[in-house]
């Protein structure tokens, strides 16, 4: 399962207030050496001040352009901001730099004057404060919030700038243009190196047989750590700033040296290309390589086979959770803004914060980055970001690792791919040999999620089509819960036709559907959506489960299609803990009860959809006991080559026989643990825990006799009076009844039935006709007028009112809030 300040908005409710915020600040200044500290001091002002965007402009190479030193927070380009601007023009970066005094533009003014690029951002405010004395520099922060930055968020501004000291412009030449020692100095754009001595022998590099080529140096490194290395030398995606890596190079006799790279990535300016400048040092002596390097290379090896995302996901958590000791683990891929987790290590929701389990009802669980703005940070940057126990972070990073956390971005292919979340519980300080070994398994994930997705590239495809057609949550049940599972077939690019629904009904009973159309491929999958949407329609309006089937059979039929469908569905009284199960060629269900038993039930069945035109298909009644398990799949999880449909059953039966049906998303994902992905799977389970409070219902049907409406009302006293209703609540719903059931003999044909009650002290009165038309309120009445009052009177004495369609026809409701 991460805004910097429209996450402002998100967390803006949990902003620090000044006093707060120059104690945080202070603890940062007590490790002035620190390398990341500019950084950590600029994510204070996204967590205290609420900033979106927080970044320090300081003079370069150049003194007549201002650079962006450091930054923190959501991409600049999203606020139209540069990475430079020329010092003496008429931005208010350079007029604060010049002047020293702070500016605030307000919203449609990111830098108020015509260079500035607008986007499609919503409304910001922005903070342009100076670095001490003119000509230091400046701050600059953006706030989403509609407004902009407040008095407490101004104080903690300038406590800000007070707790950064002006950078100096970094450089890894001397004043003659030589490198020193062990310094570097990278062309990006051409690729050219210069390097101090100690560096070319610590290569194994003569200066004279050196010809200044960064792939030179890069032939001579692991072929394991290459993919992290090129993740820093090759930094299309990367944003200003430092970088620091361990990496091991080849040497003629003995085991490979450990190098530490620690550098920083200067923007182009006039006339010179962006630049990579920095040191590089023997950290052989710092570490214990053994143990780190085996681990390193076993995770190669598990990810030179995984073929798919999961298996990436697997060999990550092998490699990681267990030998850095660390509490949870999550691998997600970066898709848009959103986060799709892939992995998350130990499964159970309870382990997780809050956002991460936002959507874990789905069969696709992500998370908004934007609503983590730290997390969004680390991603801009494209570098690993380690947070000690007790670091001021979101509460849904936080709640990750409280005892310190990990983040590694995954860099393949020149961009940042996904991210990999590693947290503790209790203290845990990242040494350097952790620290390396996480650098070398991020960029080897990276580069494995992008063989991954090469090798189902088509699969995905399939994925995406099916979250288009498949229901995005499942509803919350009364009495039950529910989940659903989807795999597509592995077998090449074929979009499969199975599908699955959970319908709500009236007086609490729920239809759960699942089906599967015959073939792979587009039109199958078309069929699909449309069977799915017919069957719901036809369930709402209210017909009985037979019905609803033979009707969509007839439709199936008039398509004039070649294929075929079958499908299982059973309505669920909720408040009985009784059912009724329609089959159409489908397999059958299987329950597990209470006891743990399991049982493959014996309904009977139809012929597959749109077969025959004149087909049967009989309802076989279900008892469900509280803490009942039902399953409904697809045959491609109990049929194969290897195995034919009773032997799928029986497994099916014994597996969710022992299954615990606590973590019923557990049950789902063990039951489809080494699935025959040579067909398309679709699994759908339902617990049943039966009602805590069940309803009071009592029904009448009306005569068309003179006297119908008043034995509709005697009816109703008796009822409520039965029930315990207060007095003032039962004169409001005899007057309903009477309207009611008045405008449904006078404005309908056929029978007309009345419906009562009772439930968490609110009383419903419904009367079902067999006219569809449904009664409009009207807007206004005049004296001579002969009708309408009476929907007027409904709306008046009662809570809400309403019509739904039942089979043919229409109810018209009204509900009541009873006195005590």
């Not at 204070?44 to 030193?69: I, K």
């Not at 987790?341 to 309870?350: F, G, K, R, S, W």
């Not at 449309?530 to 329609?537: C, H, I, S």
Request: hydrophobic content about 45%.
């Amino acid at each position: 399962m991460a805004n910097v300040v429209s996450e402002g908005a998100a967390v803006g409710g949990t902003r620090t207030g000044p006093r707060r915020a120059e104690a945080a600040l202070d603890a940062l200044g007590a490790s002035p050496g620190t390398p990341d500290r500019l950084r950590r001091v600029l994510e204070q002002a996204l967590v205290l001040a609420g900033a979106a965007f927080a970044g320090v402009y300081t003079p370069g190479d150049d003194p007549d352009r201002l650079c962006l030193a450091e930054s923190a927070g959501l991409p600049r380009t999203l606020y139209g901001l540069r990475d430079g601007y020329p010092a003496a023009g008429g931005s208010p970066v350079a007029e604060v730099h010049r002047t020293g005094r702070p500016r605030w533009p307000g919203p449609g003014q990111p830098t108020g004057r015509p260079e500035a690029r607008r986007t499609a951002a919503a409304d910001f405010s922005v903070a342009v404060l100076p670095l001490g004395p003119a000509g230091n520099g400046c701050l600059l922060a953006v706030s989403e919030h509609p407004g902009g930055f407040g008095t407490d968020d101004r104080a903690c501004l300038e406590l800000v700038v007070r707790a950064i000291a002006p950078p100096a412009p970094a450089a890894a030449t001397g004043d003659t243009g030589a490198p020193a020692e062990n310094a570097f100095s990278l062309a990006m754009d051409t690729g050219r190196v210069e390097t101090g001595d100690a560096i070319l022998r610590l290569f194994g590099l003569g200066r004279d047989s050196f010809d200044g080529r960064v792939e030179t140096l890069l032939a001579r490194a692991v072929p394991e750590d290459l993919p992290a290395l090129m993740s820093v030398v090759e930094a299309d995606h990367l944003s200003i700033g430092d970088r620091e890596l361990e990496f091991r190079i080849l040497q003629p006799s003995g085991a490979p040296l450990w190098l530490r790279l620690r550098g920083r990535l200067l923007p182009a300016a006039e006339g010179s290309p962006a630049r990579l400048v920095g040191t590089v040092t023997d950290a052989s002596t710092q570490r214990s390589d053994a143990t780190d390097v085996a681990r390193v290379q076993r995770l190669a090896a598990a990810l030179a086979t995984a073929g798919t995302v999961q298996d990436v996901g697997r060999a990550v958590v092998a490699a990681l959770r267990e030998p850095l000791h660390a509490d949870r683990l999550a691998l997600a891929e970066l898709d848009g803004d959103r986060l799709v987790v892939t992995v998350l290590d130990p499964p159970e929701p309870e382990a997780w914060p809050e956002l991460w389990r936002t959507e874990w009802r789905t069969e696709w669980p992500d998370a908004p980055v934007r609503a983590m703005p730290t997390l969004a940070a680390a991603l801009r940057e494209g570098r690993a970001r380690i947070w000690p126990a007790g670091s001021t972070l979101e509460p849904a990073l936080a709640g990750v690792g409280p005892g310190g956390l990990a983040v590694l971005p995954l860099p393949a292919g020149g961009r940042v791919a996904g991210a990999c979340l590693i947290g503790w519980d209790r203290p845990h300080d990242v040494g350097p040999d952790e620290r390396a070994l996480l650098t070398a398994c991020a960029g080897l994930t990276g580069q494995a999620l992008v063989r991954a997705h090469a090798f189902d590239a088509e699969h995905e495809l399939v994925g995406m089509l099916q979250r288009t057609l498949l229901p995005r949550r499942l509803p919350r049940l009364p009495g039950a819960v529910a989940v659903a599972r989807y795999l597509p077939t592995t077998a090449g690019l074929e979009v499969g036709g199975d599908w699955y629904d959970v319908i709500p009904l009236a007086d609490n009973h729920v239809a759960f559907v699942i089906g599967d159309v015959q073939g792979h491929n587009a039109g199958a999958a078309t069929l699909m959506g449309q069977m799915r949407t017919a069957l719901r329609a036809y369930a709402v309006e209210g017909h009985a489960p037979d019905v609803v089937v033979a009707r969509a059979n007839r439709l199936l039929l008039d398509m004039e299609t070649d294929l075929f469908a079958t499908c299982a569905y059973v309505d669920v009284d909720m408040e009985e803990g009784t059912a009724w199960c329609v089959r159409a060629g489908h397999p059958q269900p299987v329950l597990r009860h209470p006891d743990g038993s399991a049982e493959i039930m014996s309904a009977e069945g139809g012929p597959p959809l749109g077969v025959l035109g004149q087909a049967e298909f009989p309802m076989t009644p279900l008892r469900l006991r509280p803490g009942t398990v039902m399953a409904l799949t697809t045959d491609g999880l109990v049929e194969s080559a290897a195995a034919d449909l009773d032997t799928g059953m029986a497994r099916l039966a014994r597996e969710l026989s022992a299954a615990d049906p606590a973590h019923l998303g557990l049950v789902a994902d063990a039951l489809l643990t080494g699935a025959h992905r040579g067909d398309d799977v679709a699994l759908l389970l339902m617990r049943y825990d039966g009602l805590a409070v069940r309803p009071l219902r009592e029904s009448w049907t009306v005569w068309r006799v003179p006297e119908a409406v008043r034995h509709a009302r005697r009816f109703t006293r008796r009822t409520l009076r039965t029930w315990g209703v207060h007095q003032g609540t039962l004169d409001a719903a005899l007057l309903v009844v009477s309207e009611l059931v008045t405008n449904a003999l006078v404005h309908t044909d056929g029978q007309v039935r009345l419906d009562l009650s009772l439930v968490n002290h609110r009383l419903r009165l419904a009367v079902a006709d067999s006219s569809p038309r449904s009664p409009v309120k009207p807007t206004s009445i005049g004296w001579e007028a002969t009708g309408g009052r009476g929907i007027l009177l409904v709306d008046a004495v009662s809570a809400a009112w309403g019509t739904v369609p039942v089979s043919g026809g229409k109810q018209v409701w009204a509900d009541l809030v009873p006195g005590g």
